[in-house]
């Protein structure tokens, strides 16, 4: 058997394949979450009430709503496409599975009662977003 030793060109090689991965992740996995705050309704115009848009087209568009607490929300699921991936939304938080009727837009009101991250879902658990509430 012959002897590893750890040459500065192998450290090397390691941590260029390190960073590479580290990369690869950045890239597909973090950079892809898009953001998105709430904004008033504009019924009202102030926050008594807040809406967010998100389109569904394959994901969701932002993946990340951002929403303040206390405050009654509107999520507008605007559904872009009739892949049965998408037919469902499910917020366990709110304890909601809802039917998203395709290429429309169907209305899911909430009120975040605590700040946190509440992950919502297709139906299949397979598109994934995410529910920021801050104070
Ligand atoms: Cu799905």
Redesign the pocket.
């Known amino acids: 058997m012959i002897a590893f030793a750890w040459t500065a060109d192998r450290i090397a090689a390691i941590a260029l394949g390190a960073a590479f991965l580290a990369f690869l992740y950045v890239f597909f996995f973090r950079a892809r979450r898009r953001e998105g705050t709430a904004v008033p309704a504009a019924s009202t115009g102030d926050l008594e009430e807040q809406e967010a848009t998100i389109t569904v087209s394959g994901g969701y568009d932002p993946e990340v709503v951002i929403a303040k607490k206390g405050v009654p929300l509107t999520l507008v699921f605007d559904r872009r496409e009739s892949s049965p991936?998408?037919d469902e939304v499910v917020l366990p938080e709110f304890g909601i599975r809802q039917a998203l009727a395709a290429h429309a837009k169907t209305r899911i009101r909430v009120v975040p009662q605590r700040a946190g991250e509440f992950p919502f879902a297709?139906?299949?658990?397979?598109?994934h977003g995410l529910l920021r509430v801050e104070d």
């Open positions: 991936c998408s297709c139906g299949m658990n397979m598109l």
